[in-house]
């Protein structure tokens, strides 16, 4: 080779040690796959704040809303792998192999994995002017009503959308589907009265609930909430199977450096330690995980195992996105 070429080339490596090594020296972008003032949103911009003091710079969040999340996830899996562009997604990152049937990235291969987050429940919610006051009342509404009925969501693979059709399964009726970029928009629109249903994670909720702004019917999770004790199980409410848990997870596109990830993984769970952070998830209804999933491993192998999981529930659905 000629040696001008090599030691350029070395000069390039060692260019690129250095700077991964001083790694963050800018701002790093959290990209939201859902419209700002959502669930997604309020977890990324509380994590964001967390782990500003671990890595020693700003952390902005930036939302890419679009087919229920897919397009701000193709935005990272394309984006440089330096560390300076990175994901928070939820469960929809593991239902939309099964939902689209062209997706702009692999799940499993175009992406580099931070750690998980939490998990939240969500609410199956009505507008208030909706004259039922329980999910029994619903399902006797929606009977002779289904056809002038609607039912928000995010876009397909959204948590609002997955929560939908879980609940259009256990009351085995079809209703018409309204999607939105987020369901920060959708639930405007609930209190606005233009839409009747929307099934949302606490984290967007629990204070439109407590507000009276909307009617809440039930909440997809084995136990009440401590932060909404009034608020029925699914299964005190009627609907025993209808359960649903949404989890956060962080990425970076593939091939980020070691040395990068490694210094995102500390911060991540640093931010998870943070006392305030852990308030400001127990009262909007979340829970942190636990250490031993807040690391890379735990979260490619959850990712894999929710893969698997959905998958033939979403086959038997039979629902499919271009
Ligand atoms: N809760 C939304 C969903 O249905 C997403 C969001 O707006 O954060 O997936």
Excluded at 2 to 26: D, E, F, R, V
Excluded at 39 to 52: C, L, W, Y
Excluded at 253 to 279: E, F, I, S
């Amino acid at each position: 080779m000629n040696p001008s070429k090599l030691i350029g080339g070395i000069a390039l490596a060692l260019a690129a040690t250095a700077a991964h090594a001083q790694y963050p020296t800018k701002p790093v972008t959290i990209v939201v796959p859902f419209a700002a003032g959502g669930p997604t949103d309020t977890v990324a911009r509380s994590i964001g704040q967390a782990m500003e003091k671990s890595l020693g710079t700003n952390v902005i969040v930036e939302n890419k809303p679009g087919a229920g999340g897919t397009i701000g996830v193709a935005d990272v899996a394309r984006a440089p792998a330096d560390g300076y562009r990175i994901l928070i997604h939820h469960i929809g990152m593991a239902t939309a192999p099964s939902l689209y049937r062209k997706l702009p990235f692999d799940p499993l291969k175009d992406l580099e994995y931070v750690g998980l987050i939490n998990d939240v429940p969500m609410t199956l919610l009505v507008r208030n002017t909706l004259p039922v006051n329980s999910v029994k009342e619903l399902i006797a509404y929606t009977k002779t009503n289904k056809d002038k009925m609607t039912l928000a969501n995010a876009g397909i693979g959204a948590a609002s959308h997955l929560c939908g059709l879980l609940f259009q399964q256990a009351i085995e009726t079809d209703l018409t589907t309204v999607p939105y970029k987020g369901t920060a928009p959708a639930i405007t629109d609930l209190i606005g009265g233009q839409v009747d249903i929307l099934c949302d994670q606490t984290t967007n909720t629990t204070e439109q609930i407590k507000g009276g702004k909307v009617k809440a019917l039930a909440l997809t999770a084995p136990k009440r909430l401590e932060s909404l004790k009034d608020l029925p199980t699914s299964a005190e409410a009627g609907l025993p199977g209808f359960e649903l848990s949404i989890w956060h997870g962080m990425y970076a596109p593939k091939g980020t450096p070691k040395p990068v990830m490694d210094k995102l993984v500390v911060a991540l769970q640093t931010a998870l330690k943070d006392p305030a952070l852990n308030k400001r998830f127990s009262d909007l209804g979340a829970t942190t995980v636990t250490a031993d999933k807040q690391t890379p491993d735990a979260l490619a192998k959850h990712l894999k195992a929710e893969i698997d999981k959905w998958s033939p529930i979403i086959k038997k659905a039979g629902v499919y996105a271009d």
